[in-house]
């Protein structure tokens, strides 16, 4: 009786191995399963099985073997538990794999709304060209015309994120700094927009307003690269994953080190002014 549950045990736990080891996984989310599961046995091996399992061999199992042969009623006992044991590792799995899978769908749905209402306002701000030449215009009629105060308009390009600001834990840490320091950027514009359309901006000096309005367009141009930036991430996010984004994002940062710390137009090698 021990032999043959010994033997039936082995044959099951050697046939879930092999076909674990063999399922064909060509999907990213299918990878994602498999690590799901895996880690979920892990843990329920080294922090439920493998301390009752210990526990087990010192106050049943040693005792019954050194005593001689172990009824068959114990080890049906054992089998039993064995079966309890693996229907609750299963219903963790599913359990674990049901969380991930609703988290993944808000990701992608987040994600989806974020790049509609990134990509409208990236439209609004470039508007084919017309938005910087328009900015132009206004900057030299404002220099021709003492008088004249240009009006800004209101807009408000961040509705889809203050709706699922209170949820932004969901979004994934290779997106969520480029979507933030965007989002930031365009309240600082629209707060910089409500100040310029007050009493106190018209009752400033003409060189003052144009400052503020120069500032307002540099703001708007920057706000358009970091939309650009933040859609090409939440894009490969999409297509290729976090490990390809996170292969992007330290290329970008290199690249932007490199360019802070060194000048095209200087000769590195040379002496540094005021030296010779």
């Not at 229907?87 to 599913?94: E, Q």
């Not at 699922?164 to 834990?169: A, F, G, R």
């Not at 359309?197 to 708007?220: N, T």
């Not at 932007?256 to 137009?265: C, H, L, T």
Request: hydrophobic letters at 45%.
């Amino acid at each position: 009786m021990r032999d043959a549950l010994i033997i039936g045990f082995g044959a099951v736990v050697v046939a879930v191995l092999v076909g674990l080891a063999a399922r064909p996984l060509p999907r990213r989310d299918q990878r994602e399963e498999r690590r799901v599961a895996l880690r979920v046995i892990w843990q329920f091996f080294f922090t439920i099985a493998l301390p009752v399992l210990a526990g087990l061999s010192v106050l049943v199992v040693a005792p019954l073997l050194l005593l001689g042969d172990i009824d068959a009623r114990v080890w049906q006992a054992l089998v039993a538990g064995l079966f309890i044991a693996t229907g609750w590792l299963t219903t963790a799995i599913f359990s674990e794999l049901g969380l991930r899978r609703t988290r993944a769908e808000r990701l992608r749905d987040y994600h989806k709304a974020i790049y509609a209402e990134i990509g409208n306002a990236l439209y609004t701000l470039y508007d084919e060209g017309q938005g910087v030449a328009y900015g132009e215009l206004t900057l030299q009629k404002m220099r021709d015309d003492t008088e004249f105060v240009p009006f800004v308009p209101r807009e408000h390009h961040d509705h889809i994120y203050d709706a699922i600001l209170d949820e932004i834990e969901v979004l994934p840490r290779q997106t969520i700094d480029a979507i933030v320091s965007y989002y930031s950027l365009i309240k600082a514009i629209a707060a910089l927009a409500d100040d310029m359309r007050g009493d106190g901006y018209k009752a400033l000096p003409q060189e003052r307003r144009m400052a503020l309005y120069s500032d307002f367009l540099e703001m708007r141009k920057q706000a358009f690269e970091y939309g650009q930036y933040a859609l090409r991430l939440i894009r490969m996010f999409a297509d290729q994953g976090p490990e390809k984004t996170d292969l992007v994002i330290a290329a970008d940062r290199e690249a932007a080190a490199k360019e802070r710390f060194s000048s095209p137009d200087a000769d590195q090698s040379g002496p540094l002014p005021g030296s010779e």
